[in-house]
């Protein structure tokens, strides 16, 4: 399946109550080649309004992110777990979250990234493991099935608590340094 045609069975899909409300799917952005696909969990208001992932307050942080460690965000791929906006930005729901996870797996399988970024606790529990701690195991890297998993504070949350910033920059000149390396294998 090419990506265009899985967006349009996501633009289609009516497998929970969110598409009622949406505005936009937002389904993905970026380089489909991308050896980076960051992963957050869920369109907010400006998202659903443009259909593309990342350009409200804590996108345009994540963009500043993205320049400061030398990450182009045309080259890499940006997506969420779910692909509807849940009302007032409110956390999705697990049933939400199911019924968008074979959207997901199918777009990670196509992108075939080296490197997934979890962007905040809710896509590292769905992606990772349930007992992910973000205040703890930030910035870890993991190994599954031939892919590089990790995770980083919600670009959200450091519009809420700026004493994560640092922490976030860290990160960041981590998961370019392993893309480097990761390049360097293949």
């Known amino acids: 399946m090419e990506l265009s045609e899985l967006q349009k069975k996501c633009e289609e899909c009516r497998a929970c109550e969110l598409w009622r409300t949406r505005t936009n799917v937002v389904f993905g952005t970026g380089d489909p080649d991308a050896d980076i696909m960051f992963i957050g969990e869920a369109p907010g208001e400006k ?25 182009d965000r045309g080259k890499v791929y940006i997506a969420n777990t779910i692909k509807c906006r849940p009302p007032k930005n409110r956390d999705p729901d697990p049933e939400e979250q199911a019924a968008c996870l074979g959207f997901l797996r199918e777009q ?65 000149m981590n998961i370019k340094k392993k893309a480097d390396e990761l390049k360097g294998i293949s």
């Open 47 to 71: 998202e659903d309004l443009s259909g593309i992932p990342f350009v409200g307050r804590a996108g345009q942080l994540f963009d500043r992110y993205l320049e400061a460690v030398g990450l």
């Open 108 to 172: 990670t399988r196509i992108i075939d990234p080296k490197m997934i970024v979890c962007l905040g606790r809710i896509a590292a529990y769905r992606i990772i493991s349930p007992d992910f701690k973000i205040s703890r195991d930030h910035g870890v890297f993991y190994e599954r099935k031939g892919k590089i998993l990790t995770a980083v504070y919600h670009p959200s949350a450091l519009l809420r608590d700026p004493r994560k910033k640092d922490d976030m920059l860290a990160d960041m």
